[in-house]
């Protein structure tokens, strides 16, 4: 047996405005309810607990139950976990994912802390050539977290990361002693990017390893490239900062390879999710190199290089292995 829905009874006031214009508002007295969402999940947690709050199919095909009282508990251990990121009302959580029972927790976690969340819509990466609007978003939200759910956003952004650092970091070395250019000087090393003009032959040779095989190789030239820039010698800075951008590109094309497999359900959303970390990952590297220049010049640059290459790494060998084990 069904219950029957209760709806308040309609009681609807019109307020005119100068110019033509007019207000609607509801006069019904508000009838009592919950304080916010996380105590109607505590009370069905209580009431319900085994019930089904979601359901969705994991990679194998198989079904994923979430019940209301393991909702509960993962709201609560995320939730601490945002809290112990420092998030709050000034730093919120930006969130590129599509719908999803991590994401659906991760939302019901920071409602229940009082973590405001922003979930960034994969068509903003989608349709845009320029990403303006995700660029937008990002400088006035300035979150303090952003949540990916696409694992194979997170090696290329990382490797857009290093990048972005050593790119922008650049002209303040070849500037500076013991190199002294000018900036027509600085200028004609950035030819380097002419090497994206290679990227066809990496996407044959990501069909002949697999992606999945390249990515981390990838990885290990780019940070092959990146020590190589440490010496003040001009030939090895060029022929490292190379080997970066070539590696980027690669990690690009194995990416786009990828993300198909991986999301085959919703290839489109997932892979605005990866353009948009992408992207991100290349506004925070540019950020990070001044910063890391201010705190200890070239060498503290490739320490960060080091650094968001170590990270890429790691995805880059997750997601091989989760593909080895599909």
Same mark, same amino acid.
């Given at each position: 047996?069904?219950?029957?829905?209760?709806?308040?009874?309609?009681? $609807?006031?019109?307020?005119?405005?100068?110019?033509?214009?007019? $207000?609607?508002?509801?006069?019904?007295?508000?009838?009592?309810?919950?304080?916010?969402?996380?105590?109607?999940?505590?009370?069905?947690?209580?009431?319900?607990?085994?019930?089904?709050?979601?359901?969705?199919?994991?990679?194998?095909?198989?079904?994923?139950?979430?019940?209301?009282?393991?909702?509960?508990?993962?709201?609560?251990?995320?939730?601490?976990?945002?809290?112990?990121?420092?998030?709050?009302?000034?730093?919120?959580?930006?969130?590129?994912? =599509?719908?999803?029972?991590?994401?659906?927790?991760?939302?019901?976690?920071?409602?229940?802390?009082?973590?405001? $969340?922003?979930?960034?819509?994969?068509?903003?990466?989608?349709?845009?050539?320029?990403?303006?609007?995700?660029?937008?978003?990002?400088?006035?939200?300035?979150?303090?977290?952003?949540?990916?759910?696409?694992?194979?956003?997170?090696?290329?952004?990382?490797?857009? $990361?290093?990048?972005?650092?050593?790119?922008?970091?650049?002209?303040?070395?070849?500037?500076?002693?013991?190199?002294?250019?000018?900036?027509?000087?600085?200028?004609?090393?950035?030819?380097?990017?002419?090497?994206?003009?290679?990227?066809?032959?990496?996407?044959?040779?990501?069909?002949?390893?697999?992606?999945?095989? !390249?990515?981390?190789?990838?990885?290990?030239?780019?940070?092959?490239?990146?020590?190589?820039?440490?010496?003040?010698?001009?030939?090895?800075?060029?022929?490292?900062?190379?080997?970066?951008?070539?590696?980027?590109?690669?990690?690009?094309?194995?990416?786009?390879?990828?993300?198909?497999?991986?999301?085959?359900?919703?290839?489109?959303?997932?892979?605005?999710?990866?353009?948009?970390?992408?992207?991100? =990952?290349?506004?925070?590297? =540019?950020? !990070?190199?001044?910063?890391?220049?201010?705190? =200890?010049?070239?060498?503290?640059?490739?320490?960060?290089?080091?650094?968001?290459?170590?990270?890429?790494?790691?995805?880059?060998?997750? !997601?091989?292995?989760?593909?080895?084990?599909?």
């Amino acid at each position: 047996m069904v219950a029957m829905v209760r709806f308040v009874a309609p009681r $609807i006031e019109r307020l005119a405005r100068p110019g033509g214009g007019f $207000i609607l508002r509801s006069t019904a007295p508000v009838p009592a309810h919950l304080r916010c969402l996380g105590d109607a999940l505590v009370r069905w947690a209580s009431e319900a607990p085994e019930r089904t709050l979601y359901a969705e199919r994991d990679e194998a095909g198989a079904w994923r139950h979430v019940s209301y009282r393991a909702a509960l508990g993962a709201a609560r251990a995320l939730g601490q976990a945002l809290l112990d990121l420092g998030l709050g009302p000034a730093r919120p959580l930006m969130v590129l994912s =599509g719908n999803s029972i991590d994401h659906a927790l991760l939302a019901l976690a920071a409602m229940h802390v009082g973590v405001p $969340i922003a979930p960034i819509s994969p068509a903003y990466s989608l349709a845009s050539r320029d990403h303006g609007k995700l660029r937008l978003l990002a400088e006035l939200l300035r979150p303090g977290a952003i949540y990916v759910a696409s694992r194979a956003a997170f090696a290329p952004a990382l490797v857009m $990361i290093a990048y972005a650092v050593a790119f922008s970091a650049l002209p303040f070395r070849l500037r500076a002693e013991p190199f002294d250019l000018d900036a027509h000087a600085v200028g004609l090393v950035y030819g380097i990017w002419l090497i994206g003009l290679l990227a066809p032959m990496t996407g044959r040779l990501a069909h002949r390893l697999g992606p999945a095989r !390249l990515l981390p190789l990838l990885v290990v030239l780019a940070a092959v490239g990146v020590g190589l820039t440490l010496p003040d010698r001009l030939p090895l800075i060029v022929v490292g900062l190379t080997l970066l951008a070539l590696s980027l590109f690669g990690a690009i094309t194995a990416a786009q390879l990828l993300v198909p497999r991986l999301v085959p359900e919703a290839t489109g959303a997932a892979m605005g999710v990866y353009v948009s970390v992408y992207y991100l =990952g290349g506004s925070g590297g =540019g950020v !990070l190199a001044g910063l890391a220049w201010q705190h =200890g010049g070239w060498p503290t640059v490739v320490a960060v290089c080091a650094t968001a290459l170590a990270g890429a790494a790691v995805a880059a060998l997750a !997601l091989r292995r989760r593909l080895a084990r599909a």
